[in-house]
């Protein structure tokens, strides 16, 4: 006990550890409070330790190195912004699609002060909060109506939900995918009540599979867009206007889960053709929906497009009240929408921008990188991310640099700030200019100077 007792004495006071030259540091970093804490918390974790176990004696040095990672773990679990030099760009671990200057300008707005959102000024009645989005989403796609949801997840359950339940889908074995992080198209279909019916074999599916399929039961014939897999080789689907004449033949609904849903050719820019919303509505379908953070380049929602009857049901059933979005996501995405309406996007949606964004463009960055910090600028190739366009990729340049531990130059680059998140390829760091906006570049070169 009197070993305890000794060991407890032994311990510094707070007073005396604020003093120190490193932890003056740390408050400089994290601010006084902070530090305060995870020096009360520190002690009080040492004595617990000096008390409840063999007894140990904690030096200084410890006790500071443990405020330090308790203050940096706290940090690391806010929402930091990072730099991207992955070259993916719509990146689902590092929030998916930037917004454009405007779109982030109308947020702001909206978040400060009240606004139209069920407001009609020319009445002074209560309006629809969808009515922008609806008109400018219309005049983009051709489509009869629209409605916004939380996510293309929620999407696809309100349709099911609203317009399947107890009854049959029929849907491709090609296409009975998982979107990600464990959500499986089959789980969405039973958690609406859908009932599901497979057609057809993994790589290929017929109409007439979907015709043997079809029953008394059935609602409604779903394609999912194969957007975060390619098959290739031996495959084969229905066109989707194949699948809408069966549908409307028999009375059925048609419609297309188009995932990252394109409003632009992906194909001009040297990727695959990414199906376009607007191929969807000339193929007939009733509804196609899409997400809002992917290909579309706005914040996250789920966008269903389509014929104005379905529509209605969709809006009057409860669950569209449930997955609704707020103002800050309509400020936002019709933002973004008024850029495709200008025939701007391509410069000012962030997306849009790092797709078109040139080889040339690219390389001289690199090489402007490359005499500030050393390393070597080699070709390599950036990706769209996003569960979009897999196995297609852009030519881009990369800097390359040299690393006794690639991995530990990785790790110390995530440690800067801001964090600068990279990748490694053939033993060396690879930098890709692509994503890495033009306002962090001073940022970037002051972690990379730091780290090599
Ligand atoms: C990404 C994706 C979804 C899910 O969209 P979220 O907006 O992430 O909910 C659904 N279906 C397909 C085909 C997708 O690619």
């Avoid at 000024?121 to 989005?133: I, M, N, P």
């Avoid at 707020?326 to 936002?332: E, M, N």
């Avoid at 990785?410 to 700030?417: I, S, V």
Wanted: charged share 25%.
């Amino acid at each position: 006990m009197n070993d305890r007792r000794a060991l407890l004495r032994r311990l510094p006071s707070v007073d005396s550890l604020l003093a120190r030259s490193e932890v003056q540091q740390l408050i400089e970093v994290y601010s006084r409070d902070p530090v305060v804490s995870a020096i009360r918390a520190q002690l009080n974790e040492a004595r617990r330790a000096i008390l409840t176990a063999a007894p140990v004696d904690i030096d200084d040095g410890a006790l500071i190195q443990g405020v330090e990672d308790v203050l940096s773990r706290q940090q690391q679990s806010t929402l930091r912004p990072v730099i991207n030099a992955t070259g993916v760009i719509i990146h689902t671990n590092l929030g998916r699609a930037l917004l454009s200057k405007s779109a982030q300008k109308a947020m702001l707005a909206a978040a400060g002060a009240y606004n139209t959102l069920e407001f009609d000024l020319e009445t002074g009645k209560r309006g629809s909060r969808l009515a922008q989005a609806s008109g400018i989403l219309r005049h983009l796609t051709g489509a009869e109506d629209a409605l916004v949801v939380n996510n293309n997840a929620s999407a696809l359950i309100l349709i099911l939900s609203a317009l399947a339940k107890g009854k049959e889908v029929i849907i491709s074995r090609g296409q009975l995918v998982e979107i990600g992080g464990g959500f499986r198209i089959p789980a969405i279909m039973r958690e609406s009540g859908a009932a599901l019916v497979e057609v057809g074999t993994t790589n290929r599916t017929r109409i007439a599979d979907y015709e043997a399929g079809l029953s008394e039961g059935a609602a409604m014939l779903l394609r999912i867009h194969s957007s975060n897999f390619k098959q290739v080789g031996f495959v084969e689907q229905p066109t989707l206007s194949e699948l809408t004449a069966l549908a409307h033949e028999r009375g059925l609904l048609a419609v297309d889960d188009l995932g990252s849903g394109a409003l632009i050719d992906t194909a001009p820019f040297g990727l695959d053709h990414e199906p376009t919303i607007q191929e969807s509505i000339t193929a007939g379908v009733d509804l196609v929906c899409f997400s809002g953070d992917k290909l579309l380049g706005g914040p996250q929602a789920g966008i269903i497009v389509g014929k104005a009857d379905a529509l209605a049901k969709l809006k009057r059933h409860p669950l569209a009240r449930a997955l609704r979005v707020d103002k800050l996501t309509y400020a936002a995405l019709i933002a973004t929408l008024e850029h495709y309406r200008r025939d701007e996007a391509l410069d000012e949606i962030p997306v849009w921008r790092m797709i078109s964004r040139s080889l040339d463009d690219i390389r001289t960055t690199a090489e402007r990188w490359a005499t500030q910090v050393g390393g070597t600028v080699v070709s390599g190739e950036s990706t769209v991310g996003g569960g979009s366009l897999p196995g297609t990729a852009l030519p881009s340049a990369l800097l390359a640099l040299e690393s006794e531990s690639p991995n530990r130059a990785l790790e110390k680059l995530r440690r800067a700030d801001p964090p600068v998140i990279a990748r490694i390829a053939e033993g060396r760091v690879m930098l890709d200019p692509r994503t890495v906006l033009p306002e962090q570049e001073a940022d970037l070169l002051t972690a990379l100077e730091s780290v090599i």
